[in-house]
T-cell receptor
Framework: AQTVTQSQPEMSVQEAETVTLSCTYD???????LFWYKQPPSRQMILVIR??????QNATENRFSVNFQKAAKSFSLKISDSQLGDTAMYFC?????????????FGAGTQVVVTP | DAGVTQSPTHLIKTRGQQVTLRCSPK?????VSWYQQALGQGPQFIFQ???????QRGNFPDRFSGHQFPNYSSELNVNALLLGDSALYLC????????????FGEGSWLTVV
């Protein structure tokens, strides 16, 4: 079974600064996807970024980028130029391919608070 | 283009009662998954429906059951409610042809008293 660990319960960052969230996972699979989801107070899960394990290039979406280290089973999220609207719970998630298509395994989450 | 819609938004039930939650997937999606998110925790996978059948199931008791209709919408049923069933229930939809793109609804808050 896969496990996803987010070791930082809460992170605080000032507007315009950069914050990095850590995520490690445990799996024996070689093909999988990793995700970062954002959950604001409205509670809707919003996809931030996705990484395919077979791609060595780190994914980037505007101010969000990841550092994917497959051998270390590490998948960190960097938020640059933080904005007040980034305040939310951030979840790292893992998905196997094939027989677990569409099934996400989530970490416990990291609360990000952006302060003026 | 409507996203994933869930109903009801909030509801309160008494221990021992039964509840039904509903979900309409995003247009073009044929797969629906349900998650339970207790306060302060990450979502836990309950089960997934595809072609009107349960395709995958997480570690949840048989009190949790579901259904998928021909229009791909889905229901989650929970029988004999326990206080511990109080949680946010999230519905997620995806396409079987591209299961790596998963969209979530806003959830249904269930409080069991």
């Amino acid at each position: 079974a896969q496990t996803v660990t987010q070791s930082q319960p809460e992170m605080s960052v000032q507007e315009a600064e950069t914050v990095t969230l850590s995520c490690t996972y445990d799996t024996s699979e070689n093909n999988y996807y990793l995700f970062w989801y954002k959950q604001p107070p409205s509670r809707q899960m919003i996809l931030v970024i996705r990484q395919e394990a077979y791609k060595q290039q780190n994914a980037t979406e505007n101010r969000f980028s990841v550092n994917f280290q497959k051998a270390a089973k590490s998948f960190s999220l960097k938020i640059s130029d933080s904005q007040l609207g980034d305040t939310a719970m951030y979840f790292c998630a893992f998905m196997k391919l094939f027989d677990s298509w569409g099934k996400l395994q989530f970490g416990a989450g990291t609360q990000v608070v952006v302060t003026p | 283009d409507a996203g994933v819609t869930q109903s009801p938004t909030h509801l309160i039930k008494t221990r021992g009662q039964q509840v039904t939650l509903r979900c309409s997937p995003k247009s073009g999606h044929d797969t629906v998954s349900w998650y339970q998110q207790a306060l302060g925790q990450g979502p836990q996978f309950i089960f997934q429906y595809y072609e009107e059948e349960e395709r995958q199931r997480g570690n949840f008791p048989d009190r949790f059951s579901g259904h998928q209709f021909p229009n791909y919408s889905s229901e989650l049923n929970v029988n004999a409610l326990l206080l511990g069933d109080s949680a946010l229930y999230l519905c997620a939809s995806s396409s079987d042809s591209s299961g790596n793109t998963i969209y979530f609804g806003e959830g249904s808050w269930l409080t069991v008293v």
